[in-house]
């Protein structure tokens, strides 16, 4: 009776192509994490993703300090389609936006589009930071896919850049709107299917002149999460819930 393999000890990104006797070899911040956190041997097993060809077994070649060397043996999970969603969202002090951007993760999204508002405190983000916090996300909560994270734009140029075919759910903080789940289900009843994109605000709210602007897109859909008032975090979170709740692959 063959033998059942071991569950791998780690799970990591790699923007490589994978496949049976693919050789790997990882460098940096990886090295460190097998070689000293999680200190795996020669002939022990991880598991690799690349975000388009699956999840697949490896095994460890060799170690050193500056490199590890991997050997691809056999596909394990077959790449499958994921929600395509994105968040549009105020920056937020640390720790606070690492979260959100793990949280998110998690929740599904494809996209985090960094935008400036008025009333936005962060006035700069580190672009890269986010996407290690994202893609350390998506290796832990077994995502086949890292979300991609862009640089921070104005909220004017989001607005002006946004695909005319894609939904924008807007979370308005003045709660005059539907709530969220009468908002999606309305639009998801409409004969054409779309993608999504969802807006959450700075701490301090949008403006009322941004809050104009946004409702003046035809691609807009005003909604409430409720009458609690929600820091932006929360709301993001919330708001990603009950999309995936409504509409989405939950």
């Not at 300090?65 to 596909?75: A, F, G, M, R, Y």
């Amino acid at each position: 009776m063959a033998m059942k393999q071991l569950k791998p000890k780690a799970r990591l990104f790699v923007p490589g192509p994978l496949s049976q006797g693919e050789v790997i070899t990882l460098a940096g911040q990886q090295v460190h994490y097998i070689s000293n956190l999680i200190r795996l041997q020669a002939g022990e097993a991880l598991a690799l993703f690349n975000g388009c060809d699956g999840e697949w077994r490896a095994a460890v070649v060799a170690c050193s300090k500056k490199e590890v060397t991997l050997k691809v043996s056999q596909c394990t999970r077959k790449q499958t389609p994921e929600p395509d969603l994105w968040l549009a969202f105020a920056p937020i002090k640390r720790p606070g936006i690492d979260y959100m951007a793990q949280k998110a993760t998690e929740l599904g999204v494809s996209k985090l589009i960094p935008v400036r508002t008025m009333r936005t405190v962060v006035t700069r983000v580190k672009t890269e930071h986010l996407a290690a916090s994202a893609r350390e996300a998506a290796e832990q909560c077994e995502r086949l896919t890292i979300p991609e994270v862009v640089d921070m734009a104005k909220l004017e140029t989001v607005l002006g850049n946004w695909p005319g075919e894609r939904w924008l759910l807007f979370c308005d903080e003045e709660k005059g709107d539907p709530l969220v789940v009468e908002a999606l289900l309305a639009v998801s009843q409409k004969p054409a299917k779309s993608p999504w994109g969802i807006l959450i605000g700075p701490e301090e709210g949008f403006s009322s002149k941004e809050r104009e602007l946004i409702r003046s897109y035809s691609y807009c859909i005003p909604a409430s999460l409720g009458p609690r008032v929600l820091r932006a975090d929360t709301a993001a979170l919330a708001a990603l819930s009950l999309w995936q709740a409504a509409i989405g692959d939950w």
